[in-house]
């Protein structure tokens, strides 16, 4: 079964530190979303891909973080300076009609921790 | 804006016992409503849906009915089990432009003991 492969899963970083990570979807999801995932709430939407358009990125935290998907295919989400807030889960997700199917398939997510 | 509000956990069942889980949302329109489940470790699963009112999503012997009246959409299971100890999300899509976008609740742990 295909499934959405993020790395690294876990990452240790010091604040004012550049982290990265990476999402790759399920083959021909056209649609893909960045969540963050706060200890002990639901996921957030930070930002959605429909191929390699932003259609929103409305709670993104623009200043500093930053998101690509340069072929439609895989994701780079950066933060950069990361700030000790930012310790959280941050998952993947993509689905295959962003209007239609509405079932999103999630990664096993990358969890951070800001020192 | 919408939002869904769950119970909070844990709940602690015995193996066997029955479950619920509250989940009552607000919402313009006619939201699509879904469960997700957390496995410690493992990224979020979906565990059923309903897409309209009295629609009854299942799967895996847990059910959850679209009731539009009480804006609810609770989680039941008749006879848990020790596998099924995990944190559960209770989730509405809304639409924007076109897309959609899944607006999460907090989550509920379940913790189900031999």
């Known amino acids: 079964e295909a499934e959405v492969a993020q790395s690294p899963r876990y990452k240790i970083t010091e604040k004012s530190q550049a982290v990265a990570f990476w999402c790759d979807p399920i083959?021909?999801?056209?649609?893909l979303y960045w969540y963050r995932q706060i200890l002990g709430q639901g996921p957030e939407l930070l930002v959605q891909?429909?191929?390699?358009?932003?259609?929103?990125d409305s709670q993104l935290p623009k200043d500093r973080f930053s998101a690509e998907r340069l072929k439609g295919v895989d994701s780079t989400l950066k933060i950069q300076p990361a700030e000790l807030g930012d310790s959280a889960m941050y998952l993947c997700?993509?689905?295959?009609?962003?209007?239609?199917?509405?079932?999103?398939?999630f990664g096993p997510g990358t969890r951070l921790l800001v020192l | 804006g919408n939002s869904v509000t769950q119970m909070e956990g844990p709940v602690t069942l015995s193996e066997e016992a029955f479950l619920t889980i509250n989940c009552t949302y607000t919402?313009?329109?006619?939201?699509?409503l879904f469960w997700y489940v957390q496995y410690p470790g493992e990224g979020l699963q979906l565990l059923l849906k309903a897409t309209k009112a009295d629609d009854k999503g299942s799967n895996k012997g847990f059910e959850a009915t679209y009731r539009k009246e009480t804006t609810s959409f609770h989680l039941e299971k008749g006879s848990v089990q020790v596998s099924d100890s995990a944190v559960y999300f209770c989730a509405l899509s809304e639409k924007n432009t076109g897309f959609q976008k899944l607006v999460f609740g907090t989550g509920t742990r379940l913790l189900v003991s031999p």
């Open positions: 997700a993509s689905s295959l009609d962003p209007s239609g199917s509405e079932t999103q398939y």
């Open positions: 083959s021909g999801h056209a649609t």
């Open positions: 919402a313009t329109g006619y939201p699509s």
């Open positions: 891909f429909q191929d390699e358009s932003v259609v929103d």
